[in-house]
């Protein structure tokens, strides 16, 4: 065999070789890219995404878009080629697994956290959004999970509304840590609560009950690293009772980044006229009670998902900005927020047409 044609040949051999072992050869990355993307004032899946009652609405056009990032799952075992087109496409982006999948967390794990933060962010966007138009809504703070084996295990539940700890009266989450933490491991701690158990449908619904009980749990030690503290094993969270109904219909979405734009939508159908003016704005950030707009990941997909779809203005967490303005699609206008009444006042600019002074995102902020 010619010299020639035998290195060509092994030369080939090699390509092949090297092109299996691409294929087959399992690296420790995942791919995130873009999601649907859904307009809060319009429907979804053949019903309306945001369902209010009890309380005068109005029409609202134009789009107020939450915008969500597609990832592969914990199971998938991501090769190197796939590895290799995902760091050169523009519409995806590969990232260590460890990152959207931390501690050997398995899908169910996530999917069940991403599920739970979904359901907190709608909480908190009715509530931003009412405390924004002055309504009034009633928070408690409860017991939101028990950890198994722990002190409170049996002896507190779910739901169960905290009046005070010790006989110090409870209004915030944190305090019920603040004041389980002034004890020593192995001391007792008083809780006062009104027992879910013990609550009628109604009851729970409006969070009426008063039939208050002392529960006395001693406490343990956190295997935390660091200062050992006392513990109970609860973690605190509010729950809220609302004048009207408000429903948000949305499957198959988790996380908390939709926030703002539920709170957004919220806003719009319960004041008249059109806060975009019939423009087309998409969005993410989580929101708090008091309609504070937090960061979320995967910013550059969702800009890019967004922009796909046919949105102009982008409403980006200001934490967000530097990440997002590195790569902005063509077209796309990102606008910073950092409060729920940012966004407002910029979409009030946006309507008007009067948009030379929206605050920018640059690269460093």
Same mark, same amino acid.
């Given at each position: 065999?010619?010299?020639?044609?035998?290195?060509?040949?092994?030369?080939?051999?090699? %390509?092949?070789? !090297?092109?299996?072992?691409?294929?087959?050869?399992?690296?420790?990355?995942?791919?995130?890219?873009?999601?649907?993307?859904?307009?809060?004032? &319009?429907?979804?899946?053949?019903?309306?995404?945001?369902?209010?009652?009890?309380?005068?609405?109005?029409?609202?056009?134009?789009? !107020? $878009?939450?915008?969500?990032? /597609?990832?592969?799952?914990?199971?998938?075992?991501?090769?190197?080629?796939?590895?290799?087109? &995902?760091? !050169?496409?523009?519409?995806?982006?590969?990232?260590?697994?460890?990152?959207?999948?931390?501690?050997? =967390?398995?899908?169910?794990?996530?999917?069940?956290? $991403?599920?739970?933060?979904?359901?907190?962010?709608?909480?908190?966007?009715?509530?931003?959004?009412?405390?924004? %138009?002055?309504?009034?809504?009633?928070?408690?703070?409860?017991?939101?999970?028990?950890?198994?084996?722990?002190?409170?295990? &049996?002896?507190?539940?779910?739901?169960?509304?905290?009046?005070?700890?010790?006989?110090?009266?409870?209004?915030?989450?944190?305090?019920?840590?603040? %004041?389980?933490?002034?004890?020593?491991?192995?001391?007792?701690?008083?809780?006062?609560?009104?027992?879910?158990?013990?609550?009628?449908?109604?009851?729970?619904?409006?969070? +009426?009950?008063?039939?208050?009980?002392?529960?006395?749990?001693?406490?343990?030690?956190?295997?935390?690293?660091?200062?050992?503290?006392?513990?109970?094993?609860?973690?605190? &969270?509010? #729950?809220?009772?609302?004048?009207? +109904?408000?429903?948000?219909?949305?499957?198959?979405?988790?996380?908390?980044?939709?926030?703002?734009?539920?709170?957004?939508?919220?806003?719009?159908?319960?004041?008249?006229?059109?806060?975009?003016?019939?423009?087309?704005?998409?969005?993410?950030?989580?929101?708090?009670?008091?309609? =504070?707009?937090?960061?979320?990941?995967?910013?550059?997909? =969702?800009?890019?998902?967004? /922009?796909?779809?046919?949105?102009?203005?982008?409403?980006?967490?200001? #934490? $967000?900005?530097?990440?997002?303005?590195?790569?902005?699609?063509?077209?796309? /206008?990102?606008?910073?927020?950092?409060?729920?009444?940012?966004?407002?006042?910029? !979409?009030?600019?946006?309507?008007?047409?009067? +948009?030379?002074?929206?605050?920018?995102?640059?690269?460093?902020?």
């Amino acid at each position: 065999m010619p010299r020639r044609t035998a290195t060509m040949l092994a030369s080939t051999l090699m %390509l092949i070789a !090297l092109l299996c072992a691409g294929v087959f050869i399992p690296v420790p990355y995942s791919e995130m890219s873009p999601g649907p993307t859904v307009n809060t004032l &319009g429907d979804h899946d053949g019903e309306p995404v945001l369902q209010i009652s009890g309380h005068k609405t109005y029409a609202a056009s134009g789009h !107020l $878009n939450m915008t969500t990032v /597609r990832v592969t799952s914990a199971d998938y075992r991501m090769n190197l080629v796939e590895a290799v087109y &995902g760091w !050169l496409a523009h519409d995806g982006k590969v990232v260590p697994h460890d990152t959207l999948y931390p501690n050997g =967390k398995t899908e169910q794990q996530s999917t069940q956290e $991403n599920a739970e933060e979904f359901t907190q962010s709608q909480e908190s966007a009715k509530v931003a959004a009412l405390k924004e %138009l002055g309504v009034p809504v009633k928070s408690w703070v409860i017991v939101s999970t028990v950890v198994k084996d722990s002190p409170a295990e &049996g002896r507190l539940h779910a739901g169960d509304v905290i009046k005070a700890v010790d006989g110090t009266a409870v209004k915030e989450p944190t305090d019920v840590a603040k %004041l389980v933490t002034k004890h020593k491991p192995g001391q007792d701690v008083v809780f006062k609560i009104v027992p879910v158990k013990e609550q009628t449908a109604a009851e729970k619904e409006h969070r +009426t009950a008063t039939t208050t009980k002392d529960v006395t749990i001693t406490t343990a030690t956190s295997h935390d690293s660091g200062a050992k503290r006392a513990i109970v094993g609860i973690s605190a &969270g509010t #729950d809220h009772t609302f004048p009207f +109904t408000i429903d948000i219909k949305l499957a198959d979405v988790g996380g908390p980044s939709a926030g703002l734009m539920f709170s957004l939508g919220i806003y719009d159908k319960l004041t008249p006229g059109d806060l975009t003016g019939g423009k087309f704005v998409a969005g993410t950030g989580t929101i708090d009670d008091a309609g =504070k707009v937090g960061p979320i990941g995967g910013i550059e997909m =969702k800009t890019v998902g967004a /922009r796909d779809k046919g949105a102009q203005y982008f409403l980006t967490p200001a #934490d $967000n900005c530097a990440a997002a303005a590195k790569d902005t699609p063509s077209g796309l /206008r990102l606008v910073k927020v950092h409060t729920i009444k940012d966004a407002l006042e910029s !979409l009030k600019d946006i309507r008007s047409g009067d +948009t030379a002074d929206l605050p920018k995102c640059t690269a460093k902020g």
